[in-house]
């Protein structure tokens, strides 16, 4: 049974452009979201997150957006860049930022420049 | 400030085999967890590890283990290996604060033939 679930399994995008990244959920006891990303040959690097009582956070180039009633986050990366080209992995938990982390398998993104 | 390290970075063994594989936490992290992440799986979560105990565990079968010293470095041991237990092994560990979760190391890469 996947709780975390990445229905995408790449994307392919034109730098300058928007990345719309998808993750859907289905445990409602998951109360904070968390965007990893991951290069080949590296582990995953802490990327951006969300708590379940926020639906939208911003860091630079990089948006979440929650909708708990959907059950749906997504990743906005504007604009891409071809650095920005990797595995991107949504994960969850259930008890805050530092517990049990539930992954989804990951999206492939490649920006072409 | 030495991120999460992780011996050796690859690894092959013969089915049936053991293997013992190691993390050092950042500094001061007291929360260690592990990772298995196998192509098309994403990651799936094996134990975590506070204060020398163990917190929480996957789904995994018997045959893996883990366990945490009192300085915080952590290993983790799979007996009587079998090919389906090829994967990269990845250490992740957290101060149990703050919003950024869980930091990764680069994985260990075992391959069992």
């Known amino acids: 049974d996947q709780q975390v679930k990445q229905n995408s399994p790449s994307l392919s995008v034109q730098e300058g452009r928007i990345s719309i990244l998808n993750c859907d959920y289905t445990?409602?006891?998951?109360?904070?979201f968390l965007w990893y990303k991951k290069y080949p040959a590296e582990g995953p690097t802490f990327l951006i997150s969300?708590?379940?009582?926020?639906d939208k956070n911003e860091d630079g180039r990089f948006t979440v957006f929650l909708n708990k009633s959907a059950k749906h986050l997504s990743l906005h990366i504007v604009p891409s860049q071809p650095g920005d080209s990797a595995v991107y992995f949504c994960?969850?938990?259930?008890?805050?930022?530092?517990?049990?982390?539930?992954f989804g398998k990951g999206i492939t993104l490649s920006v072409r420049p | 400030k030495a991120g999460v390290t992780q011996t050796p970075r690859y690894l092959i063994k013969t089915r049936g085999q053991q293997v013992t594989l190691s993390c050092s936490p950042i500094?001061?992290?007291?929360?260690v967890s592990w990772y298995q992440q196998t192509p098309g799986q994403g990651l799936q979560f094996l134990f975590e590890?506070?204060?020398?105990?163990?917190?929480n565990k996957g789904n995994f079968p018997g045959r893996f283990s883990g366990r945490q010293f009192s300085n915080s470095r952590s290993e983790m041991n799979v007996s009587t290996l079998e090919l389906g237990d090829s994967a990269l092994y990845l250490c992740?560990?957290?101060?149990?604060?703050?919003?950024?979760?869980?930091?990764f190391g680069s994985g260990t890469r075992l391959t069992v033939v």
């Open positions: 992740a560990s957290s101060s149990g604060t703050g919003m950024r979760g869980y930091t």
């Open positions: 445990n409602s006891m998951f109360d904070y």
């Open positions: 969300i708590s379940s009582i926020k």
């Open positions: 994960a969850a938990s259930a008890n805050g930022a530092n517990s049990k982390l539930t």
């Open positions: 500094s001061g992290h007291r929360s």
């Open positions: 590890y506070f204060s020398e105990t163990q917190r």
